[in-house]
T-cell receptor, first 112, second 112 residues
Framework: GENVEQHPSTLSVQEGDSAVIKCTYS??????FPWYKQELGKRPQLIID???NVGEKKDQRIAVTLNKTAKHFSLHITETQPEDSAVYFC???????????WGAGTKLIIKP | DGGITQSPKYLFRKEGQNVTLSCEQN?????MYWYRQDPGQGLRLIYY???????QKGDIAEGYSVSREKKESFPLTVTSAQKNPTAFYLC???????????FGDGTRLSIL
């Protein structure tokens, strides 16, 4: 079945450094790739998304890149800050499918 | 997101009891979703609805039931058949499939 693998499961970086989280999807028909941030005890919030007709998208310190050939996409956070500490989830869906296929999540820890 | 309201915030279930979690949205979205999240885990889809009076099972539908009689409402009933209901339940909506999903603040369900 459709699957999204997310790595690493935990990522610890020094404040001010960059963080990269990678996801690989199995369904070549996938064309929508959102990223969500979930703080402890809170709801997931969409932070950035990308569609398959675009290779990269940026929003201030956050960027997402997509490699359709390799079927993977990555979240890049630059100049990390303490408030970036959270669990990040990637997901993928296809035009014909109402379901998002979710990655298992990455716990990002920002060390002071 | 302010457009999705889940209630109650906390809910306690006795053995053999059915409980219903409320989800209301004022975003005029066609699609609505229910997810279960266990501590430290990812999101698992329980049920989703693409349109009024229609819904489909997700990955873990056993022990749960839903209805979609109105566009803005998608209540979830946790039945007594669900033997391990303790979890964080999240409702989401999207304009259509393959669009960003927006989440409510969630309901925490515990067993008395």
């Amino acid at each position: 079945g459709e699957n999204v693998e997310q790595h690493p499961s935990t990522l610890s970086v020094q404040e001010g450094d960059s963080a990269v989280i990678k996801c690989t999807y199995s369904d070549s028909a996938s064309n929508y790739f959102p990223w969500y941030k979930q703080e402890l005890g809170k709801r997931p919030q969409l932070i950035i998304d990308i569609r398959s007709n675009v290779g990269e998208k940026k929003d201030q310190r956050i960027a997402v890149t997509l490699n359709k050939t390799a079927k993977h996409f990555s979240l890049h956070i630059t100049e990390t800050q303490p408030e970036d500490s959270a669990v990040y989830f990637c997901a993928a869906s296809t035009r014909s499918n109402y379901q998002l296929i979710w990655g298992a999540g990455t716990k990002l820890i920002i060390k002071p | 997101d302010g457009g999705i309201t889940q209630s109650p915030k906390y809910l306690f279930r006795k053995e053999g009891q059915n409980v219903t979690l409320s989800c209301e949205q004022n975003l005029n979205h066609d699609a609505m979703y229910w997810y279960r999240q266990d501590p430290g885990q990812g999101l698992r889809l329980i049920y989703y609805s693409q349109i009024v009076n229609d819904f489909q099972k997700g990955d873990i539908a056993e022990g749960y039931s839903v209805s979609r009689e109105k566009k803005e409402s998608f209540p979830l009933t946790v039945t007594s058949a669900q033997k391990n209901p303790t979890a964080f339940y999240l409702c989401a909506s999207s304009a259509t499939g393959n669009q960003p999903q927006h989440f409510g603040d969630g309901t925490r369900l515990s067993i008395l």
